[in-house]
């Protein structure tokens, strides 16, 4: 009885020696999408009312754990089911996600700014109005944003752990998916509260809590612009790097091309990686405008009943 007790023992702790070193090599490749992740989702819900932005982001949190509890089974299911099927859906993902892109591209570059108080106050009236239609679009979408990117989180995990034994790949891939979630979204609640931050600190009697929050409060604007740019970058970077993953011909000459760079002296490797990017955003910024005029073109020839 002992003995089969210390050979449990020692399975369950070669079980979890196991999912350390996979979570920590999983955690590793998905790094690059965590940092895309954290900037989608933050200039995602970015624009509410301050009183309302932790509210949003905990909903959007939440939707995200749903996210994963429909993901990592599904995945793993799809892998032992129907392996081939992974790329295509990655893929269909990836170029929605570059669809959303040019959407909010577009949308930047149509919206024109109120030139008059009169305009201001008018679009202030109607925004007072939509918020909570507003409110709920930004969860929604940012919702749907994480599931594309959860996927390919979860994807890269089940990569990792491709030839480990079914309870390792679980542990793995629930130990990445509540890491990310968590990680991601604290990292989200803590950026869009830094105002509020900045703010509580210019209201203290030291002089020195005094100038970080005055730093804080100048700092969190630039900041969220900056974020929005990002976020919108973001999209084509995953979208158009899961489109360039998944067709084999795109693949192929991106990493010729990339290795060629590389051979470069002294700034190879920086010149990789820019070059890596700069091609992952061109295919995400051509397949989405693509994916633009196939939605406009099926709109016009099947218009909705009216």
């Known amino acids: 009885m002992a003995s089969s007790l210390l050979l449990l023992l020692d399975d369950i702790a070669t079980v979890l020696d196991d999912v350390a070193v996979m979570s920590k090599m999983a955690a590793k490749k998905?790094?690059?999408?965590?940092?895309?992740?954290?900037?989608?989702?933050?200039?995602?819900?970015?624009?509410?009312?301050?009183?309302?932005?932790l509210p949003v982001v905990w909903s959007v949190a939440?939707?995200?754990?749903?996210?994963?509890?429909?993901?990592?089974?599904?995945?793993?299911?799809?892998?032992?089911?129907?392996?081939?099927?992974?790329?295509?859906?990655?893929?269909l993902g990836g170029l929605f996600l570059c669809y959303e892109g040019v959407e909010?591209?577009?949308?930047?570059?149509?919206?024109?700014?109120?030139?008059?108080?009169?305009?201001?106050?008018?679009?202030?009236?109607?925004?007072?109005?939509?918020l909570a239609l507003y409110e709920k679009d930004k969860v929604k979408g940012a919702i749907r944003t994480d599931f594309i990117l959860s996927?390919?989180?979860?994807?890269?995990s089940l990569g990792t752990v491709a030839a480990a034994g079914f309870l390792t790949k679980v542990s793995v891939l629930s130990l990445i998916a509540i890491a990310m979630t968590v990680g991601v979204y604290g990292f989200v609640a803590l950026i869009v509260k830094i105002d509020d931050i900045g703010l509580h600190l210019t209201e203290q009697a030291s002089s020195a809590k005094q100038r970080i929050g005055r730093g804080l409060l100048a700092f969190a604007p630039v900041l969220m612009k900056t974020l929005s740019v990002v976020g919108t970058v973001a999209m084509f970077?995953?979208?158009?790097?899961?489109?360039?993953?998944?067709?084999?011909?795109?693949h192929h000459f991106s990493?010729?091309?990339?290795?060629?760079?590389?051979?470069?002296?002294?700034?190879?490797?920086?010149?990789?990686?820019?070059?890596?990017?700069?091609?992952?955003?061109?295919?995400?910024?051509?397949?989405?405008?693509?994916?633009?005029?196939?939605?406009?073109?099926?709109?016009?020839?099947?218009?909705?009943?009216?």
């Open 151 to 156: 996927a390919e989180i979860v994807v890269i």
């Open 30 to 53: 998905t790094a690059g999408v965590l940092g895309d992740d954290l900037a989608l989702n933050a200039q995602q819900v970015s624009g509410v009312r301050s009183d309302r932005e």
């Open 104 to 130: 909010k591209l577009l949308h930047s570059l149509q919206h024109k700014k109120p030139q008059t108080a009169d305009e201001a106050q008018r679009e202030l009236e109607h925004t007072e109005i939509d």
């Open 255 to 306: 990493e010729g091309t990339v290795k060629y760079v590389q051979e470069i002296p002294s700034a190879g490797s920086i010149i990789g990686a820019v070059a890596q990017n700069s091609l992952n955003l061109l295919i995400g910024l051509i397949a989405g405008l693509l994916v633009l005029l196939a939605v406009g073109l099926v709109k016009k020839l099947w218009p909705k009943p009216a």
């Open 62 to 91: 939440k939707g995200s754990f749903v996210n994963k509890l429909i993901l990592v089974p599904l995945a793993l299911l799809i892998s032992v089911v129907a392996p081939w099927a992974i790329n295509p859906l990655l893929m």
């Open 237 to 250: 970077l995953v979208g158009g790097g899961i489109i360039n993953h998944a067709v084999p011909w795109m």
